[in-house]
């Protein structure tokens, strides 16, 4: 059985609410002072407020196991104490209370190119970066082909780096964090920097470590990157786990909680107030994914009828609008794209002005298992395609095979649909 | 689960809330030297791309704080200089003042100029500031090399200068600047993670105590009353001496530099506890 390398135990850490930000002696021999002339100090409104103990739990009494070998995944809306926890694991600040046990080195992706001097070569800053991230001379200089490999900057490598790309500086920078080889690695959404090719890669890269053996911990807001990276995942909540086991699960109570709810992207995603007129002639204000019976909701089962909403207002008369979206699973492929007028009724235009609601009907016994963006498609297309809706995202859905209500569920099966095809004997 | 936790060797991380007080962590800084040789590298080289002169620039200011010395406190107010040539013995004077000085105002703000990295990565802190010592000890050896220059100039010339066997104790001389500049230096960057206001003391405490140490005038031009606080100033040992190997003219003895020592090693101790105690929560506080 592989054993514990990460052993959270009771952790919780405190901050003062206040302190933050600097503090002068004045204020500290003022103070001081006071008490020395045996009289309470006359406090201001703000500093009334600091004593009271205004104090946040950014972390509560948080148990965590990681085994040997494992790929979990932290998830929690903004502020729910995923970046502390990672903070705390990384030593970058110390817990209020609590202890933490590793076993073997721990390598953290929190923030790649720490150190990177802006004069210092390609070379140099590989061999500074290195042993910042804890590495001995022996171990760059082992690795160092590999990573110069693994960046693609080979024949920049003895340039300065100010004169690099900021997207060869990340690639290198991630390439060295990469080859550190911890046997604990902490991930914080690194991956939203660089292309989609070198995104990949990071993805290959984590999986290639954890199947070394390595331990993966991964801290992220979307669900999609963890369902598709991870095995275990635990839900932080104001500072609690609110609940751990695998992903999917996890990411149900997450959903059954916060779907559709404010800061996240489930269920509904809100893009515009409404009413004003923005700078074109057509605003799109929100998308949202309901089931049959009209309620908001983010997760669904593969037999249910998905119904995506588009609430927008146009401006102007547009004759050859189109209004469609595409849905993206996690790896970023496109499972299909759709258009309201593939439909014959809507084959001209969106009949009359003051349209404002449209929705699509995905039907039941198409999707396969997994997690899913609306990415709204929406353009004029006459000669060419004018796109009328930026690289906006619509919201998510999790989608697990079966029936609703019916507690089996099957894992998901390979392919990028699974559709319920008709069988029969001739 | 125990059990299962027990096996597979020993934790080889234990994060607790707060660390032991009388533990100096110096064994992790050893294993971060590679580190450090690392980071003075960089200082260095970062210092002197797109520049003509390069480390030259190091002879430039003690030769201008060398000449003002001379105008003002040789020619114009005429403190003596125990009778050597008032060129070498400012020259002597400030290159050992600098070092100092360098050492302390560099490392009195690590926590603030770091902030970015520490924030993202865990490595011993200590290496910033030691690694810092480096910087400065390259700086140094450029102007050692011309103060000697100097120094054989001066003798041919027949000047009143003796070097004697004084000179076997510079590399104490240089360490013990060094760990007060450190220590000191290590003690104020930890508090001003908290006290802001203190950092802009630093330039100001460092020129005042310039005036504490014998360096535009030898300690036994000092008055009477004066004596014993400039004594009392650990540095003073350090930059007489210094003075006294390479020019023969100079007040101290073993006890003093001892004495130095003592201060030393205290200031560094406490230095290194303190700024350790304050690495561990002071991104809570920036």
């Not at chain 1, 008490?35 to 500093?47: D, H, K, V």
């Not at chain 1, 080979?154 to 300065?160: A, G, M």
């Not at chain 2, 003592?262 to 105690?277: A, D, E, K, S, Y």
Request: with cysteine; glycine share 10%.
């Amino acid at each position: 059985m592989p054993y514990t390398v990460l052993d959270v135990e009771d952790v919780s850490k405190q901050y003062r609410l206040g302190l933050i930000g600097g503090r002068t002696l004045r204020d500290d021999l003022h103070r001081w002072w006071d008490r020395i002339r045996g009289r309470p100090a006359p406090r201001s409104g703000l500093e009334r407020e600091m004593r009271r103990g205004d104090h946040i739990w950014a972390l509560r009494e948080v148990h965590l196991e990681v085994r040997q070998g494992e790929i979990v995944g932290i998830i929690g809306r903004n502020g729910a104490g995923k970046s502390t926890l990672l903070k705390i694991l990384s030593r970058i600040t110390a817990p209020t209370s609590g202890i933490v046990r590793m076993r073997g080195r721990v390598g953290s992706l929190l923030e790649v190119g720490t150190g990177f001097h802006p004069e210092l070569t390609g070379r140099e800053n590989t061999f500074l970066n290195g042993a910042i991230l804890g590495m001995t001379r022996r171990e760059i200089q082992e690795r160092y082909d590999a990573i110069v490999d693994f960046s693609g900057v080979e024949p920049f490598i003895d340039t300065p780096v100010k004169r690099y790309s900021s997207g060869m500086r990340v690639r290198l920078a991630f390439a060295v964090a990469a080859h550190l080889d911890p046997e604990i690695l902490l991930v914080d959404e690194v991956l939203a920097v660089g292309d989609a090719a070198f995104q990949k890669r990071c993805i290959g890269k984590m999986s290639e470590v954890a199947k070394a053996g390595r331990t993966v911990v991964f801290v992220s807001h979307d669900m999609s990157a963890v369902s598709a990276l991870c095995e275990r995942a635990i839900v932080l909540d104001e500072g609690r786990v609110m609940a751990q086991g695998d992903t999917e699960s996890a990411i149900e109570t997450y959903l059954s909680r916060f779907g559709g709810g404010i800061g996240s992207n489930f269920g509904e995603v809100r893009l515009s107030s409404g009413g004003a007129r923005g700078e074109g002639p057509f605003e799109l204000h929100a998308i949202r994914t309901l089931d049959a019976s009209g309620r908001v909701r983010g997760d669904f089962r593969s037999a249910e009828t998905i119904v995506v909403e588009f609430d927008f207002t146009r401006f102007e008369r547009l004759d050859y609008l189109r209004i469609g979206f595409d849905l993206v699973s996690t790896r970023d492929t496109v499972v299909f794209r759709t258009f309201h007028n593939d439909v014959e009724e809507f084959l001209t235009a969106i009949p009359a002005e003051g349209v404002e609601r449209l929705q699509a009907i995905i039907p039941p016994g198409i999707l396969n298992g997994g997690l899913y963006r609306i990415q709204p498609r929406i353009g004029v297309h006459r000669r060419g395609s004018d796109w009328l809706v930026g690289e906006v995202s619509g919201p998510s859905i999790s989608v697990r095979l079966g029936i609703p209500n019916v507690d089996y569920a099957e894992s998901n099966r390979p392919g990028l649909v699974a559709p319920t095809i008709e069988w029969k004997f001739p | 689960m125990k059990i299962s936790s027990d096996s597979g060797g020993a934790w080889t991380t234990v994060i607790r809330p707060k660390g032991r007080w009388l533990d100096l962590r110096l064994g992790e800084l050893w294993q971060y030297r590679y580190l450090v040789l690392l980071l003075v590298r960089r200082d260095f080289v970062a210092q002197y791309k797109q520049t003509i002169l390069g480390p030259l620039w190091h002879i430039v200011q003690p030769l201008l704080t060398t000449l003002t010395f001379t105008v003002v406190f040789g020619r114009i107010a005429r403190i003596p200089t125990d009778s050597l040539p008032p060129f070498l013995f400012y020259f002597a004077g400030s290159i050992v003042w600098a070092y100092f000085s360098t050492n302390f105002t560099k490392t009195s703000n690590t926590f603030i100029s770091n902030v970015n990295i520490f924030g993202k990565v865990y490595f011993p802190r200590l290496a910033v500031p030691v690694s810092l010592l480096g910087s400065s000890l390259i700086g140094f050896s450029v102007q050692f090399v011309i103060f000697l220059l100097f120094l054989a100039y001066f003798s041919i010339q027949g000047a009143p200068v003796s070097p004697n066997l004084w000179i076997l104790a510079t590399p104490v001389l240089l360490a013990l600047m060094a760990g007060l500049g450190l220590g000191g230096g290590i003690i104020l960057s930890a508090i001003t993670t908290r006290y802001r206001d203190l950092a802009n003391l630093v330039t100001f405490g460092v020129s005042l105590l310039m005036y504490l140490t014998p360096v535009v005038y030898p300690l036994s031009a000092v008055p009477k009353r004066y004596r014993l606080l400039v004594s009392a100033n650990p540095l003073t040992p350090i930059v007489e001496g210094f003075r006294f190997a390479f020019l023969g003219a100079g007040s101290v003895g073993p006890g003093d530099l001892a004495y130095s020592a003592i201060w030393t090693i205290v200031i560094l101790l406490v230095g290194v506890l303190i700024f350790n105690r304050v690495e561990r929560t002071f991104m809570d506080t920036v």
